[in-house]
């Protein structure tokens, strides 16, 4: 790593563990529950203690004003829900852009397994090389997707994280396999950090016990976007997984100091 990438990575995340709140999902999903408003939101989860937040590179002016002094990362490649395969994620950005856009990192999604594998191997080579030039962190989002890939096998999510490693990513992210002694597997297939996706909203406290799961195998934190940002309180939702990342609480103590209610 360079001087400019350990000074990046401490700007997206806090003693090297992360809270990442990714809201590229607009280009995805739509303008969804907690995206027409992104100001607010990104305001309430950096309030919350999101250490990073995470666009596409056209949302960047509505990034900055918000984010009370935390991290940005813009994400360089997307597919939509309505498009023909939403596996095949294809640019939508360059390092360069992602720097003029007032970026501390980037990030770029790869689905191992799938058809478009070994164009987006290809590409996220290529990303991880520019970025380096620049001293930008690469979050490499690696997902085991696939004909015949089950998304939660601990050895197919060490192949995914293992993968980004090799070609150069600083960061990475991938699922999450479903308990922590199966993730500890994940986690010591690759010497760089491992965080894990939120995907679909559950409740608070699936949320949170999920979190408390990645840190006991020795996961570094989390990339967790519509499990926030949907939530009818983002800031207390994000200040309940802070503080299992970032203080170490159990599930109950970290729900119980957010305000959320404790759930049966």
């Given at each position: 790593?360079?001087?400019?990438?350990?000074?990046?990575?401490?700007?997206i995340?806090?003693?090297?563990?992360?809270?990442?709140v990714?809201?590229?999902?607009?280009?995805?999903?739509?303008?969804?529950?907690?995206?027409k408003?992104?100001?607010?939101?990104?305001?309430?989860?950096?309030?919350?203690?999101?250490?990073?937040?995470?666009t596409?590179?056209?949302?960047a002016p509505?990034?900055?004003?918000?984010?009370?002094?935390?991290?940005y990362?813009?994400h360089?490649?997307?597919?939509?829900?309505?498009?023909?395969?939403?596996?095949?994620?294809?640019?939508?950005?360059?390092?360069e852009?992602?720097?003029?856009?007032?970026a501390d990192a980037?990030?770029?999604?790869?689905n191992?397994?799938?058809?478009?594998?070994?164009?987006?191997?290809?590409?996220?080579?290529?990303?991880?090389?520019r970025?380096?030039?620049?001293?930008?962190?690469v979050?490499?989002?690696?997902?085991a997707?696939?004909p015949?890939?089950?998304?939660?096998?601990?050895?197919?999510?060490?192949?995914?994280?293992?993968l980004?490693?090799?070609?150069?990513?600083?960061?990475v992210?991938?699922g999450?396999?479903?308990?922590?002694?199966s993730?500890?597997?994940?986690?010591?297939?690759?010497r760089?950090?491992?965080?894990?996706?939120g995907?679909?909203?559950?409740?608070?406290r699936?949320?949170?016990?999920?979190?408390?799961?990645?840190?006991?195998?020795g996961?570094?934190?989390?990339?967790?976007?519509?499990s926030?940002?949907?939530?009818?309180?983002?800031?207390?939702?994000?200040?309940?997984?802070?503080?299992?990342?970032?203080?170490d609480?159990?599930a109950?103590?970290?729900?119980a100091?957010s305000?959320?209610?404790?759930?049966?």
């Amino acid at each position: 790593m360079t001087t400019g990438i350990d000074a990046r990575l401490e700007r997206i995340g806090t003693d090297g563990s992360y809270v990442i709140v990714p809201m590229d999902h607009g280009i995805t999903m739509g303008a969804v529950q907690g995206l027409k408003d992104i100001e607010s939101t990104i305001d309430a989860v950096t309030r919350g203690g999101a250490d990073a937040v995470l666009t596409q590179k056209g949302i960047a002016p509505r990034v900055h004003d918000n984010k009370n002094g935390k991290g940005y990362i813009v994400h360089l490649n997307a597919s939509t829900t309505i498009g023909p395969d939403e596996q095949d994620k294809r640019m939508t950005g360059t390092v360069e852009e992602a720097i003029r856009a007032g970026a501390d990192a980037v990030s770029f999604h790869i689905n191992v397994g799938s058809n478009y594998e070994p164009d987006q191997i290809t590409q996220l080579s290529e990303v991880t090389e520019r970025a380096t030039r620049f001293g930008i962190p690469v979050l490499a989002m690696a997902y085991a997707r696939g004909p015949g890939v089950d998304s939660a096998d601990p050895e197919a999510l060490g192949h995914a994280v293992r993968l980004a490693e090799e070609v150069g990513a600083d960061l990475v992210k991938t699922g999450y396999s479903g308990d922590a002694d199966s993730f500890q597997h994940v986690v010591e297939s690759t010497r760089l950090p491992v965080v894990i996706a939120g995907g679909s909203r559950g409740s608070d406290r699936e949320t949170v016990e999920m979190v408390r799961g990645v840190m006991d195998a020795g996961g570094a934190g989390v990339s967790m976007g519509r499990s926030i940002f949907q939530h009818e309180d983002p800031e207390a939702i994000a200040t309940a997984v802070s503080g299992v990342v970032h203080d170490d609480r159990s599930a109950d103590d970290a729900l119980a100091e957010s305000g959320l209610a404790l759930e049966v």
